[in-house]
């Protein structure tokens, strides 16, 4: 299974960007999807998740700016963000919580490469 990121940039404070990531490889399904960030000298944080049913969370720093979004189709999850901040600036990591078709009954956690975003005041 791999996870394949892309979107990321430099935007200047008040624009938008998105965020795709896709699943691939034998996955019997899909529990969950979402985004991570970590900024410079600053633990991974969740961003946002979306799980199979479509019910969603999102940090309090991004609630009303950041939409995710999923396409079952195509295992990709998408973060559409909107008015960025100088602090949103940090690489962006999607991961999947899915089950392999070599062992449907365990989930597991997988990750993307991270992307960079970086916001300019």
């Known amino acids: 299974v791999q996870l394949q990121a892309s979107g990321g940039g430099l935007v200047q404070a008040g624009g938008s960007l998105r965020l795709s990531c896709a699943a691939s490889?034998?996955?019997?399904?899909?529990?969950?999807m979402g985004w991570y960030r970590q900024a410079p000298e600053k633990s991974r944080e969740l961003v946002a998740v979306i799980r199979s049913g479509g019910g969603t969370d999102y940090a309090d720093s991004v609630k009303g700016r950041f939409t995710i979004s999923r396409e079952n189709a195509r295992n990709t999850v998408y973060l559409q963000m909107n008015s960025l901040k100088p602090e949103d600036t940090a690489v962006y990591y999607c991961?999947?919580?899915?089950?392999?078709?070599?062992?449907?009954?365990?989930?597991?956690?997988?990750w993307g490469q991270g992307t960079q975003v970086t916001v300019s005041s």
């Open positions: 991961y999947a919580d899915l089950r392999q078709v070599t062992s449907p009954r365990v989930s597991y956690d997988f």
């Open positions: 490889g034998r996955i019997f399904s899909i529990n969950a």
